[in-house]
């Protein structure tokens, strides 16, 4: 199966268990693979024929400064959902990072990875 992986989608969003994070915010990275059928974009070199990753993009930036959520988890959730809205993709892999969780004397990075299929 094809796949389009997008990397490095960086944005400042208020999802997050302390109520502090919901009001001060915090950065947020995404990367997502998108599995669907690239065969007939090959041939056509149309972007009709394939999906516009400047849109899903935009998706998941939106969706990450606007949603206020309690959880990274249903954040990823929400993005999986968005992205299998459109018909053309048949999988979606989603991995959320919170590069900077305010949990004291921890310097690393907390990340969700998520696989969710699309069910016609």
């Given at each position: 199966?094809?796949?389009?992986?997008?990397?490095?989608?960086?944005?400042?969003?208020?999802?997050?268990?302390?109520?502090?994070?919901?009001?001060?915010?915090?950065?947020?990275?995404?990367?997502?693979?998108?599995?669907?059928?690239l065969t007939q974009a090959g041939k056509s070199d149309a972007i009709g024929d394939t999906l516009d990753y400047?849109?899903?993009?935009?998706?998941?930036?939106?969706?990450?400064?606007?949603?206020?959520?309690?959880?990274?988890?249903?954040?990823?959730?929400?993005?999986?959902?968005?992205?299998?809205?459109?018909?053309?993709?048949?999988?979606?892999?989603?991995?959320?990072?919170?590069?900077?969780?305010?949990?004291?004397?921890?310097?690393?990075?907390i990340t969700i990875d998520i696989t969710r299929v699309q069910h016609y």
């Amino acid at each position: 199966m094809d796949s389009i992986e997008i990397t490095g989608i960086r944005c400042y969003g208020y999802t997050g268990y302390l109520p502090e994070e919901q009001v001060l915010g915090q950065w947020f990275e995404v990367d997502v693979t998108l599995w669907l059928d690239l065969t007939q974009a090959g041939k056509s070199d149309a972007i009709g024929d394939t999906l516009d990753y400047r849109t899903t993009i935009e998706k998941i930036k939106n969706l990450v400064k606007t949603a206020k959520f309690a959880l990274v988890e249903k954040l990823a959730e929400a993005i999986a959902a968005t992205i299998l809205e459109s018909a053309r993709v048949s999988q979606v892999r989603v991995r959320l990072t919170k590069p900077a969780a305010p949990i004291p004397d921890f310097g690393g990075k907390i990340t969700i990875d998520i696989t969710r299929v699309q069910h016609y």
